[in-house]
């Protein structure tokens, strides 16, 4: 494992200053309102041009009365399961979130059209091989820190429809756990990730079983990233290596410490698909996590210049994109991960198709260039790397 203790050691940047944590506190603070609770609550919504996305949730959040949409921040001893459909707007621009007010207009916002619950085994029914054509993919999600379970929704659909070919049959999956969605709320966001972990891999146990064939992604961004490497650990330790082996990660921006992620690799070991790590290195929401953890370097703003880093990504067979480049909805810069989806289908034909810049899914290190929607290997193209920097 030369390639993951080196990480452990390539630091790409540290925070110095508290006062620089608190101003950051304060500009996230002064962000817009959040979607709440009531959002989720189903509206009529009939938009010339609308589209309408299905998606299914499993959450380890303790649901609170009949509904589906009304859940604490207090973990489940068991998953709850839901479908939502929801209506994404005309005006929808690709990689953004239009979310809607207390009073959401379909003309212009996302808006719930539909909410049921599901019992384990409709939920299973419904993921499983459908009659429509040819069975598309299935991507599951798992969202991060500071995450209330309306925005969660809401880029789950802003993710599917961005990147899901309405042609295929494609599956989303949005594994909510139950983040507190407070910014002071980083320990306890830690402990209920952390308490969640059996109910991750409960669901990626039982969905690979549910789909015989087909790509299974697992996209887990910042800290549903240390969530998503505890299960993948989790079924290595209980022989489940056949669901590993179904499985597609990728972790964007994941907010993890470099010496835990060398020990959950070091279990996890070689995985059968490369796994995918978006990394950034103005990515602000991680400067801030690793100062709160004592100043330790977190996995999502690892150095690609580390000529280790460069050489070993292949040995494991990890495949590092710097996003760094990429416009971001948020202040942090640290949702670059959903601009691409908008571009994923195009990307994936192109790579299918063979294209030479194009390496999706491929072990190395790489630079996404936001210009051109391509994926530069930096050890070939060193100079295309620095002008970009």
């Not at 990307?347 to 530069?376: C, N």
């Amino acid at each position: 494992m030369r390639f993951l203790r080196a990480i452990v050691g390539s630091v790409s940047g540290r925070m110095s200053s508290l006062v620089f944590v608190l101003f950051s506190l304060t500009v996230i603070s002064a962000c817009a309102s959040r979607p709440g609770p009531q959002t989720l609550d189903p509206r009529a919504a009939n938009v010339p041009g609308a589209r309408i996305v299905t998606l299914y949730l499993a959450t380890s959040r303790e649901r609170v009365g009949p509904g589906p949409n009304r859940y604490n921040d207090i973990p489940s001893e068991t998953l709850n399961f839901a479908e939502y459909k929801v209506s994404i707007p005309p005006t929808h621009k690709p990689g953004m979130i239009e979310y809607p007010g207390e009073r959401p207009n379909p003309s212009t916002d996302f808006t719930v059209v539909s909410a049921q619950p599901l019992d384990r085994a409709t939920f299973l029914q419904r993921i499983g091989a459908r009659n429509k054509g040819r069975q598309g993919d299935l991507s599951i999600f798992v969202h991060g820190f500071n995450t209330n379970l309306a925005e969660a929704v809401f880029r789950q659909a802003q993710l599917s429809a961005d990147a899901n070919d309405p042609e295929l049959d494609d599956v989303s999956i949005l594994f909510a756990w139950p983040s507190a969605g407070s910014i002071s709320g980083y320990l306890a966001d830690k402990a209920t990730a952390t308490a969640s972990r059996d109910q991750l891999t409960d669901l990626l146990s039982m969905t690979v079983k549910a789909r015989p064939s087909g790509e299974i992604a697992l996209i887990a961004h910042s800290m549903g990233g240390w969530l998503t490497s505890e299960a993948l650990r989790q079924l290595k330790l209980t022989g489940q290596q056949a669901v590993l082996d179904r499985l597609k990660v990728v972790l964007a921006a994941p907010d993890i410490d470099g010496i835990v992620f060398l020990a959950q690799m070091q279990k996890i070991g070689r995985m059968k698909k490369p796994m995918t790590i978006l990394v950034s290195r103005d990515d602000l929401a991680l400067s801030v996590s690793g100062f709160i953890s004592l100043d330790q370097m977190r996995v999502g703003r690892i150095d690609i210049n580390d000529p280790r880093v460069q050489a070993g990504a292949k040995e494991v067979n990890i495949q590092i994109v710097d996003i760094s480049g990429v416009k971001t909805d948020d202040t942090f810069k640290h949702n670059g991960f959903a601009a691409l989806a908008a571009i994923y289908p195009e990307m994936r034909k192109q790579s299918d198709k063979g294209g030479d810049a194009l390496r999706l899914g491929q072990a190395g290190v790489f630079v996404f260039d936001a210009v051109d929607r391509t994926l530069i290997a930096p050890f070939k193209l060193g100079r295309r790397l620095a002008a970009s920097q």
